[in-house]
């Protein structure tokens, strides 16, 4: 396979990432962003060399998540910042999942963050920045069209699928993956396949013996030592694993 390497016109522009075409029809650019957006866009900043360390995590991890038996998007790492992906059409469903209550569930259920939960949770939300990816559940994106009930189990299948190798992948790495967020794509012959992007923004990473945090919630509370976590997360994942 030949592949194109030119990007063409932006086709999308998230608050962290920039999709591109590329010359072939069934491939997109992804070019990851140094831009962080925290509380739907209301916090900004940038956060030096990000847009490179989440985008060597994510490259890193995509191809053994194929190994594990898990369909991505993901072809190959480009450059620095840039990524050659099958173009798909995003599912409008924020998939997440929760080995440990925080942040958002630990607030609407008054639970303690840290606390272990019985089973692995997963959430929905609707991908939409104007209404701040509000919580739903699947029988509310069946009705409103964005995917049938057939993809939404196949959906929680791959999620958790995702679960079952990341957690032991961090864990030797020294981090609990406390929750992360998943997104997937439909291709053109309706195959639903995992997208987006898996990095200290997308993720809770705790230090398994000192507690800290190794993520963006670093950035969304004030907790300084933004880039070192970043780069530890960086080390953990791709230097352990060249
Ligand atoms: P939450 O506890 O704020 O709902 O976040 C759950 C997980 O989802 C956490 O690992 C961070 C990730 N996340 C995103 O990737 N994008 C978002 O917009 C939000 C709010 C959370
Ligand atoms: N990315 C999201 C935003 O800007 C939120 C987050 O990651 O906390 O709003």
Known sequence: MTLSTTR?????????????????PDLYIVEYKDDATAF???????????????????????PQLEQAGIPTHFLAQ?????????????????VIVRNVAAGSFSKRLDVAEGTALAVPVVEYS?????????????????????????????????ALKVRGFLTPFFAARGVRLIDFKLEFGKLENGHIILADEISPDTCRFWDAETGDKLDKDRFRRDLGGVEDAYAEMLKRVVLSTE
């Open 8 to 24: 063409g016109a932006l086709k999308y522009e998230g608050k962290a990432k920039r999709v591109y075409e590329s010359g072939q």
């Open 40 to 62: 739907n866009g209301v916090k900004k900043a940038q956060i030096m060399g990000k847009g490179a360390i989440n985008n060597a995590i994510t490259s890193a991890i995509y």
């Open 78 to 94: 480009l450059s620095d910042t840039e990524q050659l992906v099958r173009a798909v059409t995003i599912v409008p469903v924020e």
């Open 126 to 158: 609707y991908k939409s920045d104007a209404l701040g990816d509000p919580m739903i559940n699947t029988d509310t994106a069946v009705a409103l069209g964005w995917a049938d009930y057939e993809e939404l189990s196949h959906i929680r299948e791959l």
